[in-house]
């Protein structure tokens, strides 16, 4: 059974830069696609970016061009690379996984999750 644990997020400064981890354990990653949620108090959860099996990656508008998804299957962990962080990028970060080899933002496509890791940007 595929289990995730996220790690990497804090308090940062408008403009800094995190880097979140996915690390799992329980069966290699390889096999199955990734993706990178965050939700905010109050508002639903919203689909940042994926990878897929091969490495092909996609991303949400409000982060593109800021966050860079990788993922190194020797380690089973996959990163979120955040730069230029904004006060509305603030929210819990999950990271799930599907064994289908796919590219998308519905939650409901993945079946495993993690517990998320909170990320706060402000001054």
């Known amino acids: 059974q595929l289990q995730l644990v996220e790690s990497g997020g804090g308090l940062v400064q408008p403009g800094g830069s995190l880097r979140l981890s996915c690390a799992a354990s329980g069966t290699t990653l390889d096999g199955f696609a990734i993706a990178w949620f965050r939700q905010a108090p109050g508002k639903g959860r919203e689909g940042v970016s994926s990878?897929?099996?091969?490495?092909?990656?996609s991303y949400a508008d409000s982060v593109k061009g800021r966050f860079t998804v990788s993922r190194d299957d020797p380690e089973n962990t996959v990163y979120l690379q955040m730069n230029s962080l904004k006060p509305e990028d603030t929210a819990v970060y999950l990271c799930?996984?599907?064994?289908?080899?796919?590219?998308?933002?519905?939650?409901?496509?993945?079946?495993?999750w993690g517990q998320g890791t909170q990320v706060t940007v402000s001054s």
């Open positions: 799930a996984a599907s064994p289908y080899d796919i590219s998308s933002f519905n939650y409901l496509s993945y079946d495993y």
């Open positions: 990878i897929t099996w091969g490495g092909s990656t």
